[in-house]
């Protein structure tokens, strides 16, 4: 590095301070409410080469720090001052965006005639087309269902609108008032950090400001990899389930082999399963994709909580991403729900985490996380009206010597809740219950934290829903080292009526006035063995709804009556158990996720995906599908109850391998 240290550390913090401002801007005077409120958007600085160098510290989505720009910069080579670039498509950026409701501008910054950097910002929009409202559905075909394609193009040119795109995007859109208002507040947040970055260089130099960004990244670099020595050098492996693709029965498998070598990791992704015609994909071409590396940031980060936020973090990590594989589709496989993917990825790598290090790693977060999207007809514009009523969350995974957190499962990306009051008066609904969920944490010697309910009636007729991102509906996150799994997504119709009805995982739904819906979401799992945990401890979890009177007594052997601690029957219940000892890297899976590897054990799965890549991407998933129609008929869908599998398991699996050695 050739920055000193001391102006290397203060550059760092001033470009940070940029990249805050600008979000800030951005939520003072963003039009929608799920920018100005919920924060889905962020920003950063970039490198000429689209590597981030700067990333913000307090607002904004947490996540994208892993972003890389290069593609889309390399595509609009001749800028000017004033231009603006506006991009959403996946594919033609390689990956830096990655459904379409993400709206992305670069903005270059110039000195004295040169480009010195790049500015980064997203935001997600309301809507920008598509076949349903709010833009996103499970069971979009291909990209071309999500909405309106826009290559890098410039928005502005010479610091003046191109009124044509911006015109192709409003007769795209079924909120173009709401879109055009956030593409405004995101180019003035853009100008504010020019005026900063002019500051900076008149303050520092020129030669300081382009030297520092080189040797920042290089200097997070440096630092990450020494935490990631922390993890001992070896081979860890791991896999999950989303519960399925929508339009199949059958769960969607995530593989993982980490091999660790001093600091240095390897992701190799090969046995996930081919690419779906719904929209779980992640686009992540062939690349180390943003998607793939949060949950290792906060390893990174948690070990060491000064390191600047940029791609430096993670120079020390590579990745093997198989062609074809729902995390690296071909074009023009549809993306616009691959966070639901990336939520179930996340807890793959966290699994193979703590197995190389349980002592420093928790158990499984609440693995979904669902923004309901509510969406009605405005008579007085004669337009549909979205709105995301709220994004539900669950509980964090416990770990050694802490509960996991409740109602904040990890998964939110520093996303913020809506304000009830807003919702109602921005939407026909009223907010009726939002409250955390009790017995939802796995149990555990540390309780995993609880998820939460949202109950939610709807005040006018011809409304409809969207739950995107459902999942955990079949499996249940994981508990950890003796500590139990926790528990799974629900959402009901009308619960505590004659009309009740369990509506599962939601596409779209229709609704009228009067009609209740409750989204229920899981807790994290729990860590050491629950009846080990302090009687005291659960008695206040009961005091406070975290834990029902009998969720203490089968969960944690704790009698509770009339609110105090029964301790004779307590070490009578504890002494019936019999003893369960479990390693301190023993991970504990629910039933469903049991009964499913009965049959669809590892060795079968790998040989299945190794099979079906002799064919082309766009054939493997329907082969798939007729492999496994034949062989387990039982299955119904995501509410299926699998145990059906463990009756006799043998001949099943026999009868599955024979198949896939014929293909």
Excluded at 366 to 381: K, R, W
Excluded at 526 to 531: E, K, L, N, S
Aim: contains cysteine.
């Amino acid at each position: 590095m050739l920055t000193d240290p001391v102006t290397l550390e203060i550059l760092s913090h001033k470009f940070s301070s940029v990249t805050d401002e600008i979000g800030y801007t951005i939520k003072r005077i963003a039009h929608s409410l799920y920018i100005r409120e919920a924060h889905d958007f962020t920003s950063a600085l970039v490198t000429n080469d689209g590597r981030v160098f700067a990333y913000p510290s307090r607002i904004g989505v947490s996540l994208f720090v892993d972003q890389n720009c290069g593609s889309a910069i390399k595509a609009m080579p001749d800028v000017q001052p004033g231009d603006v670039i506006i991009t959403n498509h996946p594919y033609l950026t390689e990956g830096m965006a990655s459904h379409l409701p993400d709206l992305h501008l670069l903005v270059p910054y110039f000195h004295e005639g040169q480009v010195i950097c790049y500015g980064w910002l997203f935001a997600h929009f309301s809507d920008v087309g598509g076949r349903v409202p709010g833009s996103l559905s499970p069971s979009n075909a291909d990209l071309f269902q999500e909405g309106l394609q826009i290559p890098p193009v410039k928005l502005y040119s010479g610091g003046e609108f191109v009124t044509d795109i911006l015109a192709i995007i409003n007769c795209n859109s079924r909120t173009p008032s709401s879109n055009t208002g956030d593409i405004r507040a995101m180019i003035s947040a853009a100008l504010v950090a020019q005026e900063r970055i002019s500051q900076i260089i008149a303050r520092y130099g020129i030669d300081a400001f382009l030297q520092s960004q080189a040797d920042l990244i290089q200097y997070s670099a440096q630092r990450s990899r020494d935490v990631l020595r922390r993890i001992p050098d070896g081979v860890y492996e791991a896999w999950d389930y989303m519960d399925d693709d929508l339009l199949s029965d059958i769960p969607l498998r995530l593989r993982l082999k980490m091999t660790v070598s001093d600091g240095l990791l390897e992701l190799d992704f090969s046995g996930t399963d081919p690419q779906t015609p719904t929209s779980y994909n992640i686009p992540s071409c062939g690349r180390r994709s943003h998607w793939f590396t949060p949950r290792l940031m906060a390893f990174i980060l948690t070990h060491d909580r000064d390191i600047p936020r940029n791609s430096g973090l993670f120079e020390p990590i590579s990745v093997v991403v198989p062609q074809g594989t729902v995390l690296n589709p071909e074009f023009p496989a549809a993306v616009g729900l691959r966070a639901t993917a990336a939520t179930r990825l996340a807890d793959v790598i966290q699994e193979a985490l703590f197995r190389a290090a349980p002592d420093l790693v928790p158990a499984a977060p609440c693995g979904t996380a669902i923004p309901i999207v509510f969406s009605e007809f405005d008579a007085a514009t004669h337009r549909e009206r979205i709105l995301i009523v709220q994004w539900c969350d669950g509980g964090s995974g416990a770990r050694r010597g802490m509960d996991g957190i409740d109602g904040r499962g990890g998964s939110n990306a520093n996303m913020s809740n809506n304000p009830i009051e807003t919702v109602e008066d921005s939407a026909s609904v009223v907010i009726e219950d939002y409250a955390l969920r009790s017995d939802s944490g796995g149990p555990g010697r540390w309780r995993g934290g609880v998820g939460i309910t949202l109950t939610f009636r709807v005040l006018c007729d011809g409304a409809r829903i969207l739950a995107r991102n459902s999942d955990r509906f079949r499996f249940a996150p994981w508990g950890a080292s003796g500590g139990r799994y926790s528990s799974y997504t629900r959402t009901v119709l009308n619960m505590g009526t004659t009309a009740e009805r369990e509506v599962g995982k939601i596409d779209m739904l229709s609704l009228n006035k009067g009609d209740r819906v409750t989204v229920m979401i899981p807790g994290g799992g729990g860590y050491g063995d629950p009846f080990e945990r302090n009687p005291e401890a659960t008695r206040d979890d009961v005091a406070r709804g975290l834990v029902s009177v009998e969720g203490a007594a089968r969960d944690y052997g704790v009698v509770i009556v009339d609110g105090g601690i029964d301790f004779a029957a307590t070490a009578r219940r504890r002494a019936e158990r019999q003893s369960q000892p479990a390693g301190p890297s023993a991970v504990s899976y629910d039933p469903q996720r049991l009964a499913w590897e009965s049959v669809c054990d590892d060795k079968t799965m790998n040989s299945l995906v190794a099979r079906l890549e002799n064919y082309p991407a766009v054939r493997r998933w329907d082969m798939r599908r007729e492999l496994f129609a034949e062989i387990l008929p039982g299955l119904q869908g995501s509410q299926t109850n699998l145990t059906f599998m463990m009756r006799d398991p043998e001949p099943m699996r026999q009868r599955l391998r024979r198949a896939i050695a014929v293909l």
